[in-house]
Nanobody
Framework: QVQLVESGGGLVQPGGSLRLSCVAS????????MGWYRQAPGKQRELVAA???????NYADSVKGRFTISRDNAKNTVYLQMNSLKPEDTAVYYC???????????????WGQGTQVTVSP
């Protein structure tokens, strides 16, 4: 079994910063792309930032210049540094990873349980 566990969400004032972390654990052979999505109330889940395996990172236009995604491959961990937060960044943030489990032929997508980020005065 594979688990993704996020942490680091919370309540922050506009202009503030938060750092999200997501650790993948379990029966893992390889971790490929990792990324962060978010879903605000009444809206569809959207990609925030992605870190493809061996490729360059990419960001939603709304967060470019404010958010930074990074990875520690040795720890199967992905981070999202969020600066200059705005009220419209309020959402549940989900970690996503494409992982090949040991003894499996193909990789599958896995999701974390989500962490709430609220930006409010």
């Amino acid at each position: 079994q594979v688990q993704l566990v996020e942490s680091g969400g919370g309540l922050v004032q506009p202009g503030g910063s938060l750092r999200l972390s997501c650790v993948a654990s379990g029966n893992i052979a390889s971790v490929y792309g990792m990324g962060w999505y978010r879903q605000a109330p009444g809206k569809q889940r959207e990609l925030v930032a992605a870190s493809p395996s061996g490729g360059s990172t990419n960001y939603a236009d709304s967060v470019k210049g404010r958010f930074t995604i990074s990875r520690d491959n040795a720890k199967n961990t992905v981070y999202l540094q969020m600066n200059s937060l705005k009220p419209e960044d309020t959402a549940v943030y989900y970690c996503n990873a494409r992982i090949k489990r040991s003894f499996m032929m193909v990789a599958s997508d896995y999701w974390g349980q989500g962490t709430q980020v609220t930006v409010s005065p």
